[in-house]
C-alpha cells in the first residue's frame, strides 16, 4: 500500500492540475475563452497547456460570450466535453440566454437522450480594485436555475477535487473561484481524487455557534473563530462548497448541536443562498434553534473602485465576531 503525498500548492496550481490531468485522460476535453491559449489565461488558469495539448484543444475566442457559450452547448450536445473560460464570472452574464434557455434545459428538453457535460468557470468576489463589473458572485443567481450544478471552493484540496468531478459531470456546472483566494496554499494529495457535490465540509468543529461560510468567508469565519476562542467562544464551521446542490442536512446537523446559526456570505442578502439555507433551517430545523437565523451579507450595492470603500461593504473577521455576539445574546 503506497502512502498519500501531501503537497502544499495554491489554489491555482490545483486546479491547473485537475484540468491538465482530465484532458490527459480524455481527448474529447477542450478549453475555449480569452487569452487561454499561448498566453495561458489571464489567471493563468492554461498556462503550459497550449504547449501540451495544442490550438484545437486550447481555443483563443473573440469575445464574443455567447457565441462561444453556444459553440460548447453544440460540441457537448455531440459528445466533447467542453470547458469555457471566462477569466471574470461577470463576463458570464453576457451568455445568460445561452445558459439558462440552452445548457440548463436540454437534457429535459430532450428526454434525458442528450446530455450537457459543459465547465463554466470564472473568477469572481470583491477585491483589488476591480470594481463592479469585474467583482460580482452571482452563484445565487445561478443556484436558482433548473439544471445548473453550482461549485464554490475555498481551498486547493476542494479547488482540484470539484473540478475533477465537474469536468466527468453529464450536468452543466458553474464553477466560480474567488480571485482572493487564487494564492491560498493548501495540502493536496499527489494522486487521484475527487470531491462529490452536495457534501458539506466541517471545516471546524464547535459547540455554540454554526457559521455555514461560503469561499473566502471561510477563511474570516476560521480567523474569527481563533479571536473568539480567547473568550471561549466556540464555533462551528460549515463550508457547503456546492451550493447546487446544497447540503443542508449537514448544516441541520451542526445546529441541532449548537442551536445558533449565523451564514456568512460575500453576495448580497436578499434572495441570496443565505436566504435559502435559513428558510430550510427554520421549516426542517425550527425546534433546534435557540434564537434567531442570522446572515452577514455584502452590502446591497455595486463593489466600489476605492480600496477602503470595497472593503467597507464586504464582511471580514471583525463583522463576523461582531455578529457571533450579537447571535449569542438572543
Known amino acids: ?22 484532458m490527459a485522460g480524455d481527448p474529447s476535453i477542450f478549453v475555449v475563452g480569452e487569452g487561454i491559449g499561448p498566453r495561458g489565461g489571464n489567471f493563468k488558469t492554461t498556462v503550459g497547456l497550449y504547449e501540451k495539448y495544442g490550438a484545437l ?22 459528445g466533447a466535453r467542453p470547458v469555457a473560460d471566462f477569466m471574470f464570472v461577470d463576463f458570464i452574464l453576457d451568455a445568460m440566454g445561452e445558459i439558462v434557455n440552452q445548457a440548463a434545459k436540454i437534457q429535459y428538453m430532450s428526454s434525458g437522450r ?33 439544471g445548473l ?3 464554490v471552493p475555498s481551498n486547493p484540496y476542494d479547488a482540484k477535487g470539484l473540478l475533477k468531478t465537474a469536468i466527468r459531470s453529464d450536468d452543466p456546472v458553474v464553477f466560480l473561484e ?21 457534501k458539506a465540509d466541517i471545516v471546524q468543529p464547535g459547540n455554540d455557534v454554526t457559521v455555514v461560510a461560503l469561499s473566502v468567508m471561510v477563511w474570516h469565519a476560521i480567523e474569527a473563530a481563533n479571536e473568539l476562542t480567547q473568550d471561549d467562544i466556540s464555533i462551528e464551521i460549515v463550508d457547503p462548497r456546492t451550493v447546487a446542490p446544497l447540503d443542508v442536512d449537514t448544516i441541520l ?31 426542517r430545523g425550527f425546534d433546534d434553534l435557540d434564537a434567531p437565523v442570522y446572515r452577514l451579507n455584502g452590502a446591497h450595492t455595486p463593489v466600489p473602485y476605492s480600496p477602503p470603500l470595497e472593503q ?11 455578529a457571533v455576539r450579537n447571535l449569542l445574546a438572543e
Open 57 to 78: 484543444r486550447l481555443c483563443d475566442t473573440p469575445i464574443a460570450e455567447r457565441g462561444f457559450v453556444g459553440l460548447c452547448i453544440g460540441a457537448a450536445m455531440a
Open 178 to 198: 474567488h480571485k482572493l483566494l487564487l494564492n491560498q496554499q493548501g495540502q493536496v494529495p499527489d494522486g487521484e481524487y475527487t470531491v462529490p457535490f452536495g
Open 312 to 322: 467597507d461593504v464586504i464582511p471580514n473577521s471583525e463583522t463576523i465576531i461582531e
Open 114 to 146: 442528450l446530455t450537457m457535460p459543459l465547465v463554466l468557470r470564472g473568477c469572481m468576489g470583491a477585491g483589488n480594485s476591480t470594481s463592479t463589473h469585474h467583482s460580482g458572485s452571482y452563484y445565487s443567481m445561478f443556484a436558482h436555475i433548473p
Open 253 to 283: 446537523e451542526s445546529v441541532r448541536k449548537t442551536g445558533r446559526l449565523l451564514i456568512v456570505e460575500e453576495s448580497y442578502g436578499p434572495c441570496g443562498i443565505g436566504s435559502e439555507i435559513a428558510a430550510q433551517v427554520q421549516e
Open 149 to 151: 450544478r453550482v461549485a
Open 1 to 22: 500500500m503506497t502512502q498519500e503525498i501531501l503537497r502544499e500548492i495554491t489554489f491555482s496550481d490545483a486546479t491547473l492540475e485537475a484540468l491538465s490531468e482530465e
